[in-house]
């Protein structure tokens, strides 16, 4: 975290709640960084929390007593519980578990955690943490939907391997991640609804969105890959989940924190990238293709290391192409005989235009955002982008140019206008 974002979090006050989860754990690096960026915290922890972590271990990173009982006679003695509630400015839950989730949507009191944050009128974070059977759960993503309308802002979760042996959503965002995400103001969370007047014009809507590079293996210690830093795709996620959408996002390997209130899946290969998006797109409204997907791999990998041989000064690898994912997105018909709008990406270094009509056309995609990634300071790595948009919808064909801006601006704007295509396309 940069000395501006640790300045940003300076003497805020945060209560921290740990709940039963084996990602308590993490609970005490984040509790090390909120002290290191000079915030005020105090801890909560359920009586669950206590089996993962102890309550002194928090205690002596944070130099402050860590409540565990609402019933504590000597914290009610002075009603403890409200002042605790009145004192925090954030009220974060990491890990949050799907019991804690379950009992705050339903407006539960019936611990110290819970009935602070029923008491409380700070701003309020959780960083879910469970099995992704758990977090799939249609129980589970009806109390995500509840939570978010109550005002939680949601932090992951991340997606991966798990401590069961499982793989898949819900793994607690990293203590980095979560301190990543809380430097960011109110504002600029909500910037998206209030843009549209407060509406929430995606909601109800599935979002499937593929980001970042894929890696391509040649032996255990090299691959193909490309530029990709995955920031123009994170902030697609970003964006329709702030106009209301629940957002599946497919993503390469990158270093960028999970947007809050996305489902993540991480994966490395572009056959990994191709059965995710399958198996995503098969129940989802619009499918972004945003990630660049190496088009070949090689035809075998080797076992070992290749090794240099003396003498030779070439190497030769025989390469086969890869799925091509955007086209078979938009090949999908369900019994209706409908697909999800399909949105695929042209990063191109000439002629933008041409080559981007002919991938539109070629693909049968329902639009596409193309972008010079020749262009100084914009595309792979930049935090800034331009585009050229093309669609077809009911209304027939249509155009924009995008000129350079924030990537999280263009994103909003190309979510915008593929909802409109999404209204407006016509039956194929």
Known sequence: MTTQSAHRLAGRRILLGISAGIAAYKSAQLARLLKQSGCEVRVVMTEGAQAFITPLTLQALTGEPVRTSLLDPEAEAGMGHIE??????????????????????????????????????????????????????????????????????????????????????????????????????????????????????????????????????LDPVRYLSNHSSGKMGFALAAAAAELGARVSLISGPVILPTPAGVERTDVETARQMHEASRLLAADCDIFIGCAAVADYRAEAVAEHKIKKTEGEEALSLRLIKNPDIIADIAKLRDTSGGRPLVVGFAAETRELETYARDKLERKRLDMIVANDVSTAGLGFGADDNAALLLWRDGEGEGGASLPPQPKSELARAVIERALGCLTSRPVH
């Open 84 to 217: 605790l509630a009145r004192w925090a400015e954030t009220i974060l839950i990491a890990p949050a578990t799907a019991d804690l989730m379950a009992r705050l949507a339903q407006g539960m009191a019936d611990d110290l955690l819970t009935t602070l944050c029923l008491a409380s009128d700070a701003e309020k974070m959780m960083a879910p943490a469970m099995n992704q059977a758990m977090w799939r759960h249609v129980a589970t993503q009806r109390n995500v939907e509840r939570l978010a309308q109550d005002g939680w802002r949601l932090l992951g979760p991340a997606s991966g391997d798990q401590a069961c042996g499982d793989v898949g959503p819900g793994r607690m965002l990293e203590p980095e991640a979560i301190m990543a995400e809380l430097i960011l103001p109110n504002r600029e969370i909500a910037h998206g609804q209030a843009a549209l007047g407060g509406e929430m014009p995606a909601r109800g809507l599935h979002v499937v969105i593929t980001a970042g590079p894929t890696r391509e293996p």
